[in-house]
Each structure stands twice: as structure tokens, then as C-alpha cells.
């Protein structure tokens, strides 16, 4: 280590109480930003970060407005010549039901066995708060950073990143930079350090299959009129093979193929596939031949039904035939896919079908552009070494099926290069009861991103 590093790692040890206190304190705001009626208090998360940063010696501190909620920004661009890294996280969280579940409650976070309990302290909290205190750090001992840094803190993360992208538009130019980090993943199963390396877009519709006016008696009008949920059975078991392939035409021409280091990495992966298919209670795992269960989690496209709805639904019988019947689909799409793209492939499969007498609607709800980057990229072989540095394993690599719409938003409009430097445990339960986060996680989190900008500088 050098001195720098020595006397970080000094300070972050004679701190480690004022540290933990000060986290706390940030996860009892409860900034549920998609509750109208946590309206306010997700606009005092935005200004307590803020003034938390002007107190550790961060410039140009503002809370900076957006039709929905703001984005938090700061920076310290004072070391000429330096690279310059953009540092992203979110504020917001999610609901917290069913209260009924949560062990203690989730905006009066506690410590026990090694964790911090509380909505947000993984997803993403406590992965903003860290990055505070490795800056912090800095300042204290060096009176400097050994690098520019802009600090971009979302507050609609959780609602989609609805406005997110148009203020990166507005901040273009102060966004340049050499590399975006973005802290919003996590380690692997066992809590194995990780990287993740790509995230699959999404594509999401709905169909809408409409027959008669009303509701029909099925016995006076059975055999004359073409049932809306019969037709939309028909189209959706079109849409796929028995094996799991999808059956869009043209639905895996631009889709990208791994590389041969990528499917080594990801085979050396340990997983057992009975024992994940248990975890969740399936009798095993399904899906398209030829890859492998973590492959096609997160590197080969897939469409799937999200809701489905039609009819009498309630107990007992009610002899109709529904006037309409709906569907949502999403299509996980990975790197070449565009989103826009897929729904026209998917639409026009769906409105080839023939059945004849309902109408067939197909609407695009949202889109979200995939991300990857190169595992040999020299920006996250630095994080690597960083990592394995503090927590003494090598970090895996990997490519995670779901998304995060900023990823995709950095790399198209700052266009610098993402590293995912996600720190929570895999099983923080984020989006759950009891969500949680392994303080050794957290503490050596700090430390990783205050040795990845000496790192960063020196490189």
C-alpha cells in the first residue's frame, strides 16, 4: 500500500462508529419515491446527501431539479491533468410491503449478525453512503483527491429513471469524463466478490384482444362467435417453441454471441442447478438448448408473459365468453438488440396470426437498451485488482439478466467507459422484507473505491 492508502485506512478505522451512526441515519429518511405521500421526504434524503457533501469538502453542491425528483450533484475537479471519474448511485427505495414481514421495522434500521437491517441499506444507500466516506477519507488525510470526481446521485431510480435521461442530455458537457462507475449491484452467491460486465435491456408490451361488445352467454352464442381468450391463447403459444426458443421471426438476428473467454468465465461459475431450481421451488430449471442456466440468464434474449387476464375469474362458475383479453410481455434483450426493434419483430408476429373475428392491439409500454463491456476493458481490471486487493479474492465476472436504465443512458450520452462496482451481499433481499446489507460489504467498499481512484490516477 502507499503512505496515501496507509493513512486512508487509518482514518477509516478511527471512524468506523461515526461512519456507521451516520449511515443509520441517512436509511431512517424514508425516500420511497414511487408513494406520492413520501413526496417530501424523498426531497430531504436529495438535501441531506447534499449537505453531507459540502461538509466533507465536495464542491459545486447542488440539488439540481428535474420535473420529478432531483439529482444530487457535486464534484472536486481540482487535480489538473488527472483522469476524471463520474461516480452514480440512487437515493430512492422501494415500498416497504408487506410490513407484516419485516422483522423490525424498515426506516428504524438495527445491526445484528454483521448486517445493517433496512430498506435501502444494499439497494442503494448504503452504496452511495460509502462512496461519501471514501471521499471523505481522502480529504481528511490528503486534504485532496488523487483524481476529478463528479458525483451524480439519482432520485427515480426505482420509478424507472423517468427523467434521469433528460437531465444527462441537459448536463452533457459537465458530464465528460473517463470512466462512469456505477455501485448498484452486488457479489456473488456466498457473498463472492463480483463484477458485473453486461445487463440485458427490456422490452415491454401489452396485447389487447377484443370480441363483442359484451360479455357472452357461452351456451346462446358458443360455436358462433371466436372467444378474445381462446384467440389469445393461440397467439401466445405461437410466440415460442416447446424447448424455449423464441418463435419471432428475425428475434435473434442482431443478438450477440459470447466469446469463448466469456463462456469459460462464466462455466467456472460455481452453481448447482438442482439446488438453485429447489431454492425457488421449481422440480428444475427450463429454457432455450444449447447454454447453459447462468448464459441464458444473462447473455441470450427471452420473451415472456408477465400478466395475463380475461373472464370470470372469481369462485365458481360463470358460463361466458369475455368480451376481450389481455396480456403484458417482456423481452429481456441483450447486446446488438434495440428495443424499438424487437416490438416491431414481436408485434408483427403477433398481428400475423390468424384469428379471425376479435381485433388484435399490440402496444409498446417501455424499452430499455441492453449494456455490456469487455471483461478485459482496463478500467474494470483495475476495479478487479482493487477488489481482490481488499477483500482477498479475485472477483468473479458476471453478466446479470436485469437491467438498470442509467447504465445504458451513461454509456450512450457521457459515452466514457461503465464500470459496475457493486458492493451488496446477493442475498440483501433488496426490493424485500428485511432487506440488508453485510457491513463487511460496506466497509470494504469504502476502501475498495478509495484505492480504485489512487489506481485510476496512477494509471
Not at 429481456?332 to 424499438?340: A, E, K, Q
Not at 481488499?390 to 450520452?413: H, N
Request: include cysteine; glycine fraction near 10%.
Amino acid at each position: 500500500m502507499s503512505a496515501a492508502i496507509d493513512a486512508v485506512e487509518a482514518y477509516l478505522e478511527d471512524t468506523a462508529d461515526e461512519r456507521l451512526a451516520e449511515y443509520l441515519e441517512l436509511l431512517r429518511i424514508p425516500t420511497v419515491g414511487v408513494l406520492s405521500e413520501h413526496a417530501a421526504d424523498v426531497r430531504s434524503g436529495a438535501e441531506w446527501i447534499a449537505s453531507n457533501m459540502r461538509a466533507i469538502g465536495l464542491e459545486h453542491v447542488e440539488v439540481s431539479e428535474t420535473p420529478g425528483f432531483p439529482v444530487v450533484y457535486a464534484d472536486w475537479l481540482n487535480a489538473p491533468g488527472a483522469p476524471t471519474v463520474v461516480i452514480y448511485c440512487h437515493y430512492d427505495v422501494q415500498p416497504v410491503d408487506p410490513l407484516d414481514l419485516w422483522a423490525h421495522p424498515p426506516f428504524d434500521p438495527h445491526v445484528a449478525n454483521g448486517r445493517v437491517y433496512g430498506r435501502g441499506a444494499a439497494d442503494d444507500k448504503g452504496q452511495l453512503h460509502l462512496h461519501l466516506w471514501a471521499a471523505r477519507a481522502w480529504l481528511a488525510t490528503a486534504g485532496r483527491l488523487p483524481l476529478n470526481v463528479r458525483y451524480v446521485f439519482e432520485g427515480e431510480e426505482e420509478a424507472g429513471s423517468t427523467h434521469f435521461e433528460g437531465w444527462l442530455d441537459a448536463n452533457r458537457e459537465r458530464l465528460r469524463a473517463d470512466v462512469v462507475v456505477i455501485s448498484d449491484t452486488s457479489f456473488y452467491e456466498g457473498n463472492h466478490p463480483a463484477l458485473t460486465l453486461s445487463l440485458r435491456g427490456n422490452m415491454y408490451l401489452q396485447i389487447d384482444v377484443t370480441g363483442p361488445d359484451l360479455d357472452l352467454h357461452s351456451g346462446q352464442f358458443g360455436g358462433m362467435v371466436q372467444n378474445p381468450a381462446n384467440a389469445l391463447a393461440r397467439i401466445l403459444a405461437s410466440l415460442r417453441h416447446g424447448d424455449g426458443r423464441v418463435a419471432v421471426p428475425g428475434f435473434y438476428d442482431d443478438t450477440e454471441e459470447l466469446s469463448r473467454a466469456d463462456r469459460a468465465a462464466m462455466a467456472e461459475l460455481p452453481f448447482d442447478e438442482s439446488e438453485f431450481a429447489a431454492g425457488i421451488g421449481v422440480p428444475g430449471l427450463f429454457g432455450e438448448p444449447g447454454y447453459s442456466a447462468l448464459e441464458r440468464r444473462g447473455s441470450r434474449p427471452t420473451l415472456d408473459v408477465c400478466g395475463l387476464w380475461s373472464g370470470f375469474q372469481d369462485e365458481g362458475s360463470k358460463t361466458i365468453i369475455p368480451a376481450h383479453a389481455h396480456a403484458k410481455l417482456s423481452c429481456r434483450i441483450t447486446s446488438g438488440m434495440d428495443p424499438h426493434r424487437t416490438f416491431e419483430r414481436v408485434r408483427d408476429a403477433i398481428l400475423a396470426v390468424d384469428v379471425p373475428g376479435v381485433d388484435v392491439e399490440v402496444t409498446l409500454i417501455d424499452g430499455m437498451q441492453p449494456f455490456g463491456v469487455a471483461m478485459e476493458h482496463p478500467m474494470t481490471q483495475t476495479a478487479a485488482r482493487c477488489m481482490e486487493q481488499v477483500f482477498g479474492q479475485a472477483p468473479y465476472f458476471l453478466r446479470e439478466g436485469g437491467s438498470i436504465g442509467a447504465v445504458a443512458s451513461f454509456d450512450r450520452i457521457v459515452g466514457a467507459p461503465v464500470v459496475m462496482l457493486g458492493f451488496a451481499n446477493a442475498d440483501d433481499q433488496a426490493h424485500a422484507p428485511n432487506e440488508s446489507m453485510v457491513l463487511a460489504n460496506y466497509e470494504g467498499g469504502v476502501r475498495t473505491v478509495a484505492r480504485y481512484f489512487e489506481a485510476l490516477a496512477a494509471a
